[in-house]
């Protein structure tokens, strides 16, 4: 993000940059729920400049919607700790009251019954903007939801973002949209590792990030925002052969990096008994390994276009994508090293 | 035109045959100072546990080993030039020498556990010979072949269990002991059903015939001498243990049915090799009931002569097959002696010790089998079917000759009669100076004093009598003409049921797999190709797709729509609790 606002010799937006890295600062470390309140709005006022470009329409578009939802969202969220305060007293309220103020966190988030806005938004915004969207901005809201769950609601949620992050994804060809939609099952699982405990949560969300940036990356490289720009002729093998490990990463498949946090959460819940909530994270695993899959392969067999005017053939520096790769595969018995 | 680096065919050769020479010096040496060796190495010895390899040497595996390597140096100087044009000849030589080296590890060891790899390898290697040439057939009768063999394995293993009961796998050392036990009435019921595999007899003859699809040298060594007949050789080393036994019976009527039907099938069959094949089976049935009725010297007497001109039968059989352009057919084939003289001399004369005609090889054994059975109180069964299969032998043996040698030429109008390949006729050479001399000379090796048999004149003439009239109806049934008419088709049934070797292939190809495979049919277009597609395969796909597509109608929607439900739903938790 840096590099390419640099790039860009745009310092405005390195300013909202800063001042979005604080927001989130102030708001996971304040000591009231009003303090939690600002942070949420003051995140809200530094992302929408980042993310205006007023020469393009689409993006003018993009942060408008992104706007409103969210300031409904931060809204709705006030009134319930004004409420909550108010009836401090009363704990028969309690279970209505944490299940309203985690709706409009999930909303804030993206996650499930309240995120029709997160794929239009997504699809809207360039690489680096999503990268930040993506991990950046759901920093504060699962920290703020880990201080104040409802444990049913919640599981029923993770349930739902599962569920339409496996299936929402099986139709798609924007690659912006797929990463939308395997972004909300991954906060499936990451809410649920709020519920087991704070490192965990902040183990996956590391975890998760770092991939998500392994992918934004190569894509951002790249310049491709569909699934038919990956069947390129002269694609040097190992940019794709990176994209496959990335991907198989991203989906939790065994000796890559991204299978450590989904063992240790499969361990939990083999442990203590949650066997049909087991189901359903592997189930909808299996779902989004198929269409990743079949993306890789598909990138793999065919090869229909031949760009001549970009050469993808040699990058320049290929010491990220493989620094990159090495990580992906390697991380799991390295961390084995590293905690013995 | 020579494209093979053909030195492996030399050195195997003179490997080969510089091994006969040592095994036939260190044969004559412990055959006339009576000597056997035990030899054992011991590889791990471990707290109570120890592996020992043993080798026993006496002079009937020393005299097995001479003749197999004797066979099996001329077939590979044979296949020299047989398998000429054949762009793997290193495979096929190295194939043949670990077939031989399987053999020799069957006849030197006296333990079942190196018994059990030379079996096993020869099993294994004769399926890779068989499916040699790689079309259907091939394939084919490898699948018989090895199957067949393989029960025969399984026999082998079970008693290397059953004999672990007495502490250690080197057999020859129990049977003195333990004759009346209940393992050993086991032991050999399993060990006769091996060799019966091994050595096709009746229920499982089937291979024999079909294992033909392979080469020629691969049929001459191990079709003719070697592996059908490793199932005799086991029993003979056997026999100790299983003279009094109730099996030996068995076998005896077994083998003797063998003897009969494969003679009966070769007079209807038209492939030259298949009808070598028969006549193979023959002999061997003639070997195990020699065998069963307690002589396992004759047998092994037989077993040797009968493996030279078997073998050198096949050879003379490669070389007409060649000169036919590759027909195998008998009927295209006519007049040969004239063109041919020296392949014909040793077919003629490998045809006719087969026969028995005096004083060459086969006389010498076929002639003293006959005499001993009219001469020990048989039942009445035995002596008229070994008597008629000897006739059966003469006839079918005259009926090839007529068709092949003296009838009228039948090939085709282009032909080339060759007869000067002589590294074919060199090594037929060699197998036709021991068919000649080893009936006499083994006989005054092994036998250190002749058998004593007294028998009425007519009763040992009998055998001359079976032979001239074998002779007679060989001729007068090969003589045909292309006005007559063939009465076997009105008998129909009948004479299918003698050709097609009295439906036993059918018993172990189609009976055995009709069911499962009809079976495995009616499973996989119900179940694979059926319902599993909808409950697991395309079925599952189409339900996530089609929700899939529901979803993304659900998506595409008026943004307005996603805030009014979010307002929505707090109104609905609103309304419902504070109410």
């Known amino acids: 993000m840096f590099f390419f606002i640099l790039t860009n010799n745009n310092s405005n937006k390195m300013f909202f940059l800063f001042i979005l890295f604080f927001s989130t600062l102030i708001s996971i470390s304040s000591n009231s729920w009003f303090g939690c309140w600002i942070g949420l709005e003051i995140n809200l006022l530094s992302f929408i400049p980042l993310i205006s470009n007023s020469k393009n329409l689409l993006s003018v578009e993009t942060s408008l919607k992104y706007f409103l939802t969210q300031s409904l969202a931060s809204i709705n969220f006030l009134f319930m700790i004004l409420i909550k305060f108010s009836l401090l007293k009363n704990f028969d309220m309690n279970n209505i009251i944490s299940i309203m103020m985690n709706s409009s966190l999930l909303m804030k988030m993206g996650s499930a019954p309240f995120h029709f806005w997160f794929p239009n938004i997504v699809e809207g915004l360039s690489w680096m903007n999503n990268f930040m969207l993506m991990t950046w901005q759901k920093i504060s809201p699962m920290i703020l939801l880990s201080y104040y769950f409802n444990k049913n609601f919640l599981i029923f949620m993770i349930i739902m973002n599962l569920i339409i992050g496996s299936l929402g994804g099986l139709n798609q060809t924007s690659l912006r949209k797929l990463l939308a939609f395997s972004s909300i099952n991954n906060l499936g699982w990451m809410i649920f590792s709020i519920m087991i405990s704070e490192n965990l949560w902040l183990f996956y969300f590391l975890i998760y990030s770092m991939m998500i940036f392994m992918m934004i990356s190569l894509f951002f490289l790249m310049n491709m925002y569909f699934m038919n720009q990956l069947f390129i002729n002269n694609m040097n093998f190992f940019i794709k052969l990176n994209l496959l490990i990335n991907f198989l990463s991203l989906g939790g498949l065994p000796p890559f990096m991204g299978f450590m946090p989904k063992w240790i959460i499969i361990n939990f819940l083999l442990i203590n008994k949650f066997y049909f909530l087991t189901f359903i994270f592997m189930m909808t695993s299996l779902i989004i390994i198929y269409y990743y899959i079949r993306i890789i392969y598909s990138s793999f067999m065919f090869n229909y276009f031949k760009m001549k005017w970009v050469n993808l053939l040699m990058k320049n520096n290929m010491s990220l994508i493989n620094l990159s790769s090495f990580i992906s595969i390697s991380s799991m018995i390295l961390s084995t090293f590293i905690f013995m | ?579």
């Open chain 2, 1 to 579: 035109m020579l494209k093979n680096n053909n030195l492996i065919c030399f050195n195997s050769f003179f490997f080969l045959f510089f091994f006969m020479l040592i095994n036939f010096f260190f044969f004559v040496y412990f055959i006339m100072n009576g000597l056997s060796v035990f030899f054992e190495w011991e590889i791990i010895s471990f707290n109570s546990m120890s592996i020992v390899m043993s080798i026993l040497l006496d002079w009937m595996s020393l005299l097995f080993m001479m003749f197999v390597s004797l066979i099996s140096s001329v077939v590979i100087f044979y296949s020299k030039s047989y398998m000429n044009s054949e762009l793997n000849l290193n495979r096929f030589i190295i194939l043949v020498l670990m077939f031989v080296f399987s053999m020799v590890l069957l006849i030197i060891s006296p333990n079942l556990i190196s018994i059990l790899l030379g079996w096993d390898g020869l099993g294994l290697i004769s399926y890779c010979l068989v499916i040699y040439y790689q079309n259907l057939k091939s394939y084919n009768a490898g699948m018989l072949t090895a199957l067949s063999n393989r029960i025969g394995d399984v026999m082998i293993l079970m008693v290397i269990c059953w004999v672990m009961n007495y502490g250690s796998w080197n057999y020859i050392f129990y049977f003195d002991f333990m004759k009346n036990d209940y393992v050993m009435f086991i032991i050999s019921f399993m060990i006769i059903i091996a060799a019966m595999t091994k050595s096709a007899q009746i229920p499982f003859s089937s291979w024999l015939p079909a294992a033909m699809a392979a080469p020629t040298p691969v049929s001459a060594l191990v079709h003719s001498s070697t592996l059908v007949t490793a199932g005799v050789y086991l029993l003979i080393r056997f026999n100790y243990l299983l003279i009094d036994m109730f099996f030996f019976k068995v076998l005896l009527f077994l083998s003797i049915l063998t003897m009969f039907m494969s003679g009966i099938s070769a007079n209807y069959e038209f492939d030259l090799k298949k009808i070598i094949a028969l006549s193979t089976l023959s002999q061997l049935g003639l070997m195990m009931s020699i065998l069963s009725l307690g002589f396992p010297d004759i047998a092994f007497f037989h077993l040797l002569t009968h493996a030279m001109f078997k073998a050198l039968l096949f050879m003379c059989a490669g070389v007409i097959i060649h000169m036919m352009n590759d027909i195998q057919d008998v009927r295209y084939m006519g007049g040969l002696s004239l063109y041919i003289p020296l392949t014909s001399l040793c077919l003629n004369i490998s045809n006719l010790s087969l026969c028995g005609i005096p004083f060459l090889s086969g006389f010498y054994s076929k002639d003293l089998i006959l005499e001993m059975v009219s001469f020990n109180s048989f039942n009445l069964m035995v002596f008229i079917l070994f008597y008629l299969s000897t006739g059966l032998t003469v006839f079918y043996t005259f009926r090839l000759i007529m068709y092949v040698m003296i009838n009228d030429f039948n090939l085709m109008m282009i032909y080339n009669l060759y007869d000067e390949d002589y590294i074919m006729l060199n090594s037929m050479f060699v197998l036709l100076f021991m068919s000649l001399l080893s009936g006499s000379f083994l006989s005054w090796f092994i036998f250190s004093y002749p058998y004593m048999i007294y028998l009425p004149f007519n009763l040992k003439l009998m055998v001359i009598y079976v032979s001239i009239l074998g002779s007679i109806l060989g001729f007068m049934v090969s003589n045909m003409g292309i006005y007559s008419l063939n009465k076997l088709l009105l008998s129909y049934n009948l004479s299918s049921f003698l050709c097609l070797m009295w439906f036993m292939p059918n018993l172990s190809t189609y009976g055995l797999s009709y069911i499962y495979l009809n079976f495995s049919q009616i499973l996989f277009k119900n179940i694979d190709m059926g319902w599993s597609e909808i409950y697991s395969g395309k079925g599952i796909f189409n339900i996530l797709k089609n929700y899939s597509v529901f979803y993304n109608i659900y998506q595409m929607n008026n943004f307005k729509i996603y805030l009014f439900s979010f307002i929505l739903w707090f109104m609905i938790l609103f309304i419902f609790f504070f109410i």
